[in-house]
């Protein structure tokens, strides 16, 4: 069953969701029948005006800067939607669309003649800029001859791929945004609908109605959808897909087509009629989030440290860079810090002497790692719980000697000296073939119930090749749960009896949550026992769920709230949304991190911290059980590295690492000034 955003109009009028709407406010006036707006470069805003009705050459782009406008682009007809990406603009002008540099140079990329029907009234305009994909949609006349376009720049061809053969009906199409990559989202402002469409086949689904004379349709950079409305002047926004459409606020005329401010926080909409330009706060009523920045400092971990082993090119000439991938501690009141590094050591810092790590274990004799593939390594380590006692602990790691192969094994500390691991206790626990060098996953961790929980990417390349993360028949693509005390069925472990896919006929029974891309550092929240993962994403968003046991989180059929692919779906009954999402234009590849339950920073107590790798910018995120969503997102200040990792100490307080020439790469969270 598919659950779909639909509502209907007198649901949109009740009180509740007006009570506390935003006030809109004018940046600018004086515009010549506004039409449309972009984001371009430096954050500038830039508006369509489409000058008189019914007279060509008027119409132009304006900037808009310190409440001034100054002109653009003129010389235009009748320039309505428009998108900028990279280094150029793209608009729809009456049945043509242009293209227009940076510096201001127009171009025809696309005349009527090229469409495959005569253009009738070229509105709206989205583009997905990497893929070369730009969508145009035609409202067409009376309500007749409405289309949505899709225009291939690499291969200089249009087609039609929405009309009334697949949207019977289709009265208006005007605003149009991709849902994701291989799907998009018109809205039939004639008859106040939203229909997903899904590229490849051109299957359409309405999603919601009730949405008189609906117009404009912008994303944030969370996954909120916002909606304007050019009959009745008034703006929605839609906090996750699934969600009722929330009243924001009201223009004096007509709200045309919108987008948010490079900031995020204000969603901005040209009223066409009055000529101004407003803004509207992005804050939905009833789904608040603090954004407000959160006072913390990373700090030097260990300043001075010195690894034992660890090549610093003062005497070989040829740096390394120290990769710590993961910290950790033995769980045995010691206090002692583990610091697991990507070439495959293992060592050990007392903290009664900070600047020297002691190496506990040496495997780079049978861990593979490069820099060219650098997913690969020594990836995992969880200590036994009773480690104290039994010495056990777990390592996950790429194997050296068998090309696309990761490995889960059991170590055991040396004869009588717990403070060194022996490299030949090796016993090989699951053995992972891979068809693909990235994705690789590799966290481990023991939960609050004993048992060791695993995850493994989905076997790599681009957009899940093999489907492997939805196929039960695979371990990759999933998070397993195993039982090592008790190995069972000729295996050196056993499975646990409350598994969800045990008694599942072809489902691999180590199974414990699936529909995962490539989760790139999982945790256990020390006080609710609640499992938080970073999913890192393909093409446009990453995400942060909190996992279930048995629970389907979408890849490859859905990229975080987003339908994915030739076979992308919307809101599933039977799949786990996350609970966030963040889009690439903040950030590229996320990196999971803790919820702290430490003392030394009380500002952060029950916050999930993240970081973005590529940006290197990281949050602390608040969820609120009873509400059941986010409360609040707030940045840090940007960290020092790319944060690959995070990890916790003996006390729960938490540090972040990256890659470091010095060996300076891991720093420790304390209270900002």
């Given at each position: 069953?598919?659950?779909?955003?639909?509502?209907?109009?007198?649901?949109?009028?009740?009180?509740?969701?007006?009570?506390?709407?935003?006030?809109?406010?004018?940046?600018?006036?004086?515009?010549?029948?506004?039409?449309?707006?972009?984001?371009?470069?430096?954050?500038?805003?830039?508006?369509?005006?489409?000058?008189?009705?019914?007279?060509?050459?008027?119409?132009?782009?304006?900037?808009?800067?310190?409440?001034?406008?100054?002109?653009?682009?003129?010389?235009?007809?009748?320039?309505?939607?428009?998108?900028?990406?990279?280094?150029?603009?793209?608009?729809?002008?009456?049945?043509?669309?242009?293209?227009?540099?940076?510096?201001?140079?127009?171009?025809?990329?696309?005349?009527?003649?090229?469409?495959?029907?005569?253009?009738?009234?070229?509105?709206?305009?989205?583009?997905?800029?990497?893929?070369?994909?730009?969508?145009?949609?035609?409202?067409?006349?009376?309500?007749?001859?409405?289309?949505?376009?899709?225009?291939?720049?690499?291969?200089?061809?249009?087609?039609?791929?929405?009309?009334?053969?697949?949207?019977?009906?289709?009265?208006?199409?005007?605003?149009?945004?991709?849902?994701?990559?291989?799907?998009?989202?018109?809205?039939?402002?004639?008859?106040?609908?939203?229909?997903?469409?899904?590229?490849?086949?051109?299957?359409?689904?309405?999603?919601?109605?009730?949405?008189?004379?609906?117009?404009?349709?912008?994303?944030?950079?969370?996954?909120?959808?916002?909606?304007?409305?050019?009959?009745?002047?008034?703006?929605?926004?839609?906090?996750?897909?699934?969600?009722?459409?929330?009243?924001?606020?009201?223009?004096?005329?007509?709200?045309?087509?919108?987008?948010?401010?490079?900031?995020?926080?204000?969603?901005?909409?040209?009223?066409?009629?009055?000529?101004?330009?407003?803004?509207?706060?992005?804050?939905?009523?009833?789904?608040?989030?603090?954004?407000?920045?959160?006072?913390?400092?990373?700090?030097p971990a260990f300043p001075g440290i010195k690894w034992e082993g660890w090549d610093d090119g003062s005497e070989s000439g040829k740096a390394v860079p120290f990769r710590p991938i993961l910290l950790t501690h033995f769980g045995d009141g010691s206090g002692r810090i583990v610091v697991g590094e990507q070439h495959g050591v293992i060592y050990v810092i007392d903290p009664k002497n900070p600047t020297e790590g002691k190496i506990f274990l040496?495997?780079?004799?049978?861990?593979?790692?490069?820099?060219?593939?650098?997913?690969?390594?020594?990836?995992?380590?969880?200590?036994?719980?009773?480690?104290?006692?039994?010495?056990?602990?777990?390592?996950?790691?790429?194997?050296?000697?068998?090309?696309?192969?990761?490995?889960?094994?059991?170590?055991?500390?040396?004869?009588?000296?717990?403070?060194?691991?022996?490299?030949?206790?090796?016993?090989?626990?699951?053995?992972?073939?891979?068809?693909?060098?990235?994705?690789?996953?590799?966290?481990?961790?023991?939960?609050?119930?004993?048992?060791?929980?695993?995850?493994?990417?989905?076997?790599?390349?681009?957009?899940?090749?093999?489907?492997?993360?939805?196929?039960?028949?695979?371990?990759?693509?999933?998070?397993?749960?195993?039982?090592?005390?008790?190995?069972?069925?000729?295996?050196?472990?056993?499975?646990?009896?409350?598994?969800?896919?045990?008694?599942?006929?072809?489902?691999?029974?180590?199974?414990?949550?699936?529909?995962?891309?490539?989760?790139?550092?999982?945790?256990?929240?020390?006080?609710?026992?609640?499992?938080w993962a970073g999913e890192v994403g393909q093409n446009l968003f990453e995400e942060i769920v909190r996992v279930t046991k048995g629970g389907n989180f979408g890849w490859s059929l859905r990229e975080s709230l987003h339908p994915f692919g030739a076979k992308g779906v919307g809101v599933q009954k039977d799949m786990i949304e996350p609970i966030w999402e963040y889009h690439h234009d903040i950030g590229k590849s996320i990196t999971g991190g803790?919820?702290?339950?430490?003392?030394?920073?009380?500002?952060?107590?029950?916050?999930?911290?993240y970081a973005d790798y590529v940006s290197s910018r990281f949050w602390a995120l608040k969820y609120d059980e009873e509400k059941g969503r986010v409360v609040a997102n707030r940045e840090l200040p940007k960290a020092p590295v790319a944060v690959m990792s995070f990890g916790e100490d003996e006390a729960g307080e938490l540090y972040l690492m990256g890659t470091s020439a010095t060996g300076q790469g891991i720093f420790k969270l304390v209270k900002?000034?």
């Open positions: 069953m598919k659950k779909h955003w639909l509502f209907s109009a007198g649901l949109l009028l009740t009180g509740s969701l007006f009570a506390t709407a935003a006030e809109p406010k004018t940046a600018i006036e004086g515009l010549k029948m506004p039409e449309s707006v972009c984001v371009g470069p430096a954050g500038k805003w830039y508006v369509t005006e489409i000058g008189e009705f019914g007279k060509d050459g008027d119409g132009k782009v304006s900037i808009i800067e310190d409440g001034k406008a100054t002109t653009f682009v003129d010389g235009l007809d009748d320039p309505k939607g428009i998108v900028f990406f990279k280094d150029s603009f793209y608009l729809t002008d009456k049945t043509k669309v242009v293209k227009i540099d940076a510096s201001g140079k127009k171009s025809v990329l696309a005349a009527a003649d090229k469409f495959p029907v005569a253009p009738i009234f070229l509105n709206d305009i989205a583009i997905d800029g990497p893929n070369g994909i730009i969508l145009i949609s035609d409202s067409g006349a009376d309500g007749k001859g409405g289309a949505v376009f899709r225009l291939d720049i690499r291969q200089d061809k249009i087609d039609v791929v929405a009309s009334e053969e697949n949207i019977p009906g289709l009265n208006k199409p005007n605003g149009v945004t991709f849902d994701g990559g291989g799907s998009f989202i018109v809205a039939d402002m004639g008859k106040g609908e939203l229909h997903r469409v899904r590229l490849s086949d051109k299957s359409a689904e309405k999603i919601a109605d009730g949405l008189e004379g609906a117009d404009g349709l912008a994303w944030d950079y969370n996954g909120r959808l916002f909606i304007t409305s050019w009959t009745t002047g008034k703006a929605f926004g839609i906090p996750r897909p699934g969600e009722k459409p929330v009243f924001l606020g009201k223009l004096e005329q007509n709200a045309a087509d919108s987008c948010v401010d490079a900031s995020g926080t204000q969603l901005l909409i040209p009223d066409m009629k009055s000529g101004k330009l407003i803004t509207l706060s992005t804050t939905i009523p009833g789904w608040e989030v603090d954004e407000s920045p959160l006072a913390i400092e990373a700090k040496d495997l780079q004799d049978r861990v593979k790692y490069s820099d060219k593939q650098n997913e690969e390594g020594f990836l995992g380590l969880a200590f036994h719980p009773k480690f104290k006692e039994n010495g056990e602990f777990f390592i996950f790691y790429t194997e050296k000697k068998t090309n696309l192969v990761n490995v889960v094994s059991k170590f055991k500390t040396k004869a009588g000296n717990k403070n060194a691991g022996d490299p030949a206790s090796e016993v090989e626990l699951i053995r992972f073939e891979k068809p693909f060098w990235n994705h690789d996953g590799g966290t481990i961790a023991f939960g609050p119930d004993g048992y060791l929980y695993i995850t493994h990417g989905d076997g790599g390349a681009g957009g899940d090749p093999h489907e492997n993360g939805q196929k039960m028949s695979t371990l990759l693509g999933k998070i397993l749960r195993i039982d090592v005390d008790k190995p069972s069925a000729g295996k050196p472990y056993g499975i646990p009896a409350d598994n969800p896919f045990v008694k599942q006929e072809g489902a691999k029974p180590e199974i414990y949550a699936y529909g995962f891309r490539n989760i790139w550092r999982f945790a256990f929240d020390e006080k609710t026992g609640q499992l803790d919820v702290y339950r430490g003392k030394a920073v009380p500002a952060l107590e029950g916050h999930y911290v900002g000034k």
